[in-house]
């Protein structure tokens, strides 16, 4: 995930953004405001503009070069030699989302330790009784909301039992979840602001009192496991290891919801693909990956410029910022055919919905497991899924996802 917060929210007054736009079209022939209604409901039409017109758009929004081509996304988010993931911001809990090696490569390793694909595989039991549980309680409903009845409690459940929360606290976890996760949108008003902040709080207040218990009476979870973590002698400290539990909860939560939402709003849109994952529930893994490209979770991502570059003609200076489109990437025609459509049996399977290089997701495994399970069960529990109207997107560019998707079923 990326935070671009700092650099936009200040610059979001209408008059600013109609001068800037302007400025932007004079340039290069297109402008991108990806804080408009028409960016967040669908950005890819504008993407695809930007592709043909303007591959690397100087953003003077935010004062920032705009990647949206393929080969120049996966360039950057390969080489963190040049293109930095460091946050400049200098809060004391910082993830090691946003550390650069050595620091990055130290935190992965000792995080990795307890997120080994042994102690992911091990949860499937767990996800598949918490997908029995949720369908059960939708059983005897015509129509639900996908989101708030499925897609949001299985996420956040899953992460709390691997983090060893008790039961009650999941509704508290979703809330915190919620709120921390617009940290990295580019506009807050002030009582998200103050919604974001105080949830930020009250988590690390309560991972504290979870840690000190945890030291007392260690338990089979991972909190008890990045407690115990070491290699060569070093271990996690008290603030890396609360901002690797955030990390988790957030981002393991709000993205395999939009992962689920998106994904079966795209099966809904394409009957035929639809009916051709029931035909083919051998191609559910394949349908997975395609979800994910058509319509990723986490759109973007950013990375500072450490020296001068030059991408297809265009000179970055050093401390400059390029936002790495990853939803326009992900339909690049020049690697993907007949991008906007949606193929659940397609061959081209590179998509950059989990990143590249050394900040590749650490948790797609858990991701494709609740996707695996959770789409597996639907199906297999409604005969017929259709959608009910057309849903509305969240008010987020970076995590896409819709408020809520109303279904029929049978």
């Excluded at 990326?2 to 600013?16: D, G, M």
């Excluded at 997120?115 to 129509?143: C, M, Y």
């Excluded at 009650?168 to 921390?180: A, G, K, L, P």
């Excluded at 395999?256 to 994904?263: A, D, K, L, V």
Aim: charged residues 30%; hydrophobic residues 40%.
């Amino acid at each position: 995930m990326v935070t671009v917060s700092r650099v936009v929210k200040n610059a979001l007054r209408p008059a600013v953004i109609s001068v800037l736009t302007t400025w932007e079209r004079m340039e290069s022939g297109v402008a991108y405001n990806p804080v408009s209604d028409s960016a967040r409901n669908n950005p890819y039409d504008i993407y695809a503009e930007l592709r043909s017109k303007d591959p690397i758009h100087r953003m003077r929004l935010i004062n920032a070069w705009v990647l949206t081509r393929y080969e120049d996304v996966d360039m950057v988010l390969r080489d963190h030699r040049r293109f930095s993931n460091h946050d400049d911001d200098d809060r004391e809990y910082r993830s090691m989302l946003f550390h650069d090696p050595p620091d990055h490569t130290r935190l992965r390793s000792l995080v990795s330790r307890a997120f080994t694909p042994r102690s992911v595989a091990e949860l499937e039991p767990k996800i598949q009784r918490l997908v029995t549980e949720l369908l059960d309680d939708i059983e005897g409903k015509d129509r639900f909301d996908l989101i708030s009845d499925f897609a949001f409690p299985l996420p956040v459940t899953v992460i709390a039992e691997m983090l060893g929360v008790p039961a009650q606290d999941v509704d508290r976890f979703r809330d915190w979840s919620n709120d921390i996760a617009l940290t990295v949108e580019p506009t807050l008003d002030d009582e998200q602001t103050r919604r974001m902040e105080e949830s930020f709080q009250e988590l690390l207040d309560y991972f504290e009192d979870i840690i000190e218990r945890r030291l007392k009476e260690p338990q089979d979870d991972m909190i008890t496991a990045l407690l115990n973590v070491e290699a060569e002698g070093d271990r996690l400290s008290r603030g890396e290891l609360l901002s690797t539990l955030t990390l988790l909860l957030v981002a393991g939560n709000e993205t395999t919801r939009n992962f689920i939402g998106n994904g079966m709003l795209a099966l809904l849109k394409h009957p035929d693909q639809l009916q051709r994952l029931r035909d083919n529930p051998d191609m559910l893994d394949s349908a997975l990956d395609e979800m994910l490209r058509y319509d990723s979770p986490v759109q973007m991502d950013q990375r500072m410029v450490y020296e001068d570059v030059e991408i297809r003609g265009h000179r970055i200076r050093a401390g400059q910022r390029v936002i790495n489109a990853i939803g326009a990437a992900n339909r690049d025609p020049e690697v993907f055919a007949n991008p906007d459509k949606l193929d659940i049996g397609r061959r081209e399977k590179s998509h950059l919905s989990f990143g590249r290089g050394i900040h590749y997701c650490l948790g797609s495994p858990l991701a494709m497991l609740e996707g695996r399970v959770a789409f597996s069960g639907l199906l297999d529990r409604f005969s017929s899924i259709n959608l009910v109207s057309e849903p509305e997107f969240r008010e987020q560019i970076v995590l896409r996802g819709v408020e809520e998707l109303w279904v029929e079923v049978e």
